[in-house]
Nanobody
């Protein structure tokens, strides 16, 4: 059992940067692989990136194109998403998710715990 809470979203101009944080509480954070997803109204959740429980493996969606970096600090019970060179099409609610496996997965159906999300808006 773990509770997740995202923060760090906001309004940013195209080309700008944001760092999202996902704080976990109530459970042993290090046993969970973590994923970041994003969603706009009326659309399905879209995989952004994931990280294994000890940071040995990361995976990214193709649209990231080297712009995003996921990392975690298990001592702080936090996973981060550094987002650089943001584009208007990156506008979405970004959510973190946890699954009790070594490796992350690209399907939202394979995660058990979700945060409520944080809004990222990229606009000039």
């Amino acid at each position: 059992q773990v509770e997740l809470a995202e923060s760090g979203g906001g309004l940013v101009q195209p080309g700008g940067s944001l760092r999202l944080s996902c704080l976990a509480s109530g459970g042993p954070f290090s046993i969970y692989a973590m994923g970041w997803f994003r969603q706009t109204p009326g659309k399905e959740r879209e995989f952004v990136c994931g990280i294994s429980r000890s940071s040995g493996t990361t995976r990214y969606a193709g649209f990231v194109k080297g712009r995003f970096t996921v990392y975690r600090d298990n001592a702080e019970n936090t996973v981060y998403l550094q987002m650089n060179n943001l584009k208007p099409e990156d506008t979405a609610v970004y959510s973190c998710a946890a699954r009790q496996f070594v490796l992350p997965d690209s399907s939202p159906d394979n995660y058990d715990y979700w945060g409520l999300g944080t809004q990222v808006t990229v606009s000039s």
